[in-house]
Structures are given as C-alpha cells and as structure tokens.
C-alpha cells in the first residue's frame, strides 16, 4: 500500500487553535440637517402666514378680487414651508418646533380669510364683509363725500341772515330763525328717508331701503327710488349720499349763508354742519 504525503509541518502546528476572524464595525449616523434650514423656512411660512392674514383684513373693499383669489396662495405657501420644515425636523430625530405650527397655523387662517372676503363680494347678499383695519388703502377723506344736488353754496362764515318762519317751523328770535327753518326741512327728509331704511329692512329691498341718490323737482318735492318725501324750498340746497349697504348721510344746507343742518345712518339726532 503506497504512502501518503508527508506531513513537512513543524512539531506542534497543528495544535494551536485557530485565529478568529477580525470583523469590524461601522456605525452609520444620519447627517445632521443644515444649520438653520429649518428654522429658515419656519421663518418663511411665518411672514407669509402674516401677510395672508393682513391682506384680507386692511385692504380697501374697492379691490376684492387682490384681497381673495391672488392673496390665498400667500397663505398655501406658509402651510408649504411650514410642513417642509416639519419633515427635515422630524428626520432627523427632532421634534417639530414652535416656528413651523405657528406659521402654519397663521397660513390656515390667511387662507380662510382670503376665501371668505372673495365669497363676500360675490356673493354679499349671503356672506358678510370681513372687518376692515385702519391702513392708507382704505381711508379716505370724509365718511361720505358730499353729493350736492343744487348750486354751490355760500361759504359758512357768513352771517345768517334775517328770514320769515316757513310752515310747519318753529317760530322763535329773528336770528335764530334760519336754523330753525333748515332744521325743520332737514327732520322731515331724515325721517322719511330712516323710514325707508326700516321698510326695507323688514320687508325687503321691494318695498323700501336706503335710496342710493335723491332728485329735487321743479316743484321741490324730494324723490328717490320709488318713495317720495318732502319738499325743499328754493333758497336751500340738499346734499345726499347713499350705499347699497343701507348707510346715507343727508344735509340740508341755506344757499346764502351756508348753514346746513343733518343727519346720517349712525346717529338718530340732527346735527348742524
């Protein structure tokens, strides 16, 4: 029987155990996110959650279609960033934030404000106007600018002449007797027109409301929309001014020495202008 091969291995190799493997290990860490990323786009959907929210509330009422459809995306885009920012937080292991549920919560709002002041203008019968804060875009120089429907009258530094008592006005000194006569006038026109107003208010706009203008005839006698009113004398002027939404300012105003007496749709008294 042949041989095998020899074994040419030194005394003893054989009897050592094996050597283990060398393994090594490497721990992976996720990449911290950017300084100051996510707080950047926090900041974004802040501003832009701000600006929705302001647009809708300080721009005039002259411009609904800027206030509603063009200024929404203003606050879809605070609601973006503001996720985003979330999302690159979250990743990496930490929580949200302040910054981005503020700002979000601001662009959620914005966007509702700006739908609702579009819904107001188009459909204003069933939605209400939005509240309007004090800006340069919505003042203006006078609550109503006035409408004079006769001459233009003498300035109001003048005297007050010396008049006779017209009929139905309270007869009193000579001369206290011009206010007495616009003032009789004026009650009589500020009450037929609130009559209006209440008419319409309880019956719709069919059988009254506010008249949006007023006409002096040949004779005198006041007309606006389908009512007629009282009428006013030759030597006096009217000066009205009326909205759809049922506000009016009336005066009645003597051509010659400017004195004029009113009323308008925040206050029941008459007042001298």
Not at 77 to 82: D, E, I, L, N, R
Not at 141 to 148: I, Q, R, S, T
Not at 155 to 182: C, F, H, R
Not at 243 to 265: A, H, K, N, Q, W
Request: net charge negative; charged share 10%.
């Amino acid at each position: 029987m042949a041989q095998g091969p020899r074994d040419w291995s030194p005394a003893g190799h054989w009897d050592e155990p094996p050597r283990p493997p060398t393994t090594r290990y490497v721990t992976a860490t996720p990449a911290a996110p950017r300084r100051g990323q996510p707080r950047l786009l926090a900041l974004l959907s802040i501003l832009f959650g701000l600006a929705a929210c302001w647009f809708p509330l300080a721009l005039s009422d002259a411009d609904p279609g800027y206030r509603g459809w063009v200024i929404t995306t203003a606050g879809i885009t605070a609601v973006g960033f503001a996720i985003t920012a979330s999302r690159i937080r979250s990743s990496h292991g930490y929580s949200t934030g302040v910054l981005p549920v503020l700002g979000g919560t601001l662009g959620a709002i914005g966007t509702v404000l700006c739908l609702w002041s579009a819904a107001a203008f188009y459909w204003p019968e069933s939605v209400p106007s939005l509240p309007q804060l004090p800006s340069p875009a919505n003042e203006s120089p006078a609550a109503f600018p006035p409408d004079p429907l006769l001459a233009p009258v003498a300035s109001p530094t003048a005297a007050p002449p010396v008049v006779e008592p017209i009929a139905g006005a309270a007869i009193t000194a000579p001369d206290e007797q011009l206010l007495a006569n616009v003032r009789h006038v004026a009650r009589n026109l500020c009450t037929g027109v609130a009559a209006s107003k209440q008419m319409g208010m309880q019956y719709g706009s069919g059988f009254g409301g506010v008249p949006l203008s007023l006409t002096v005839g040949a004779d005198g006698t006041v007309s606006g929309g389908t009512a007629t009113y009282s009428q006013l004398p030759i030597d006096m002027a009217l000066e009205y001014f009326g909205t759809p939404e049922g506000d009016y300012s009336l005066t009645v105003r003597d051509i010659v020495s400017g004195l004029g007496v009113g009323c308008d749709s925040f206050s029941d008294n008459l007042v001298t202008r």
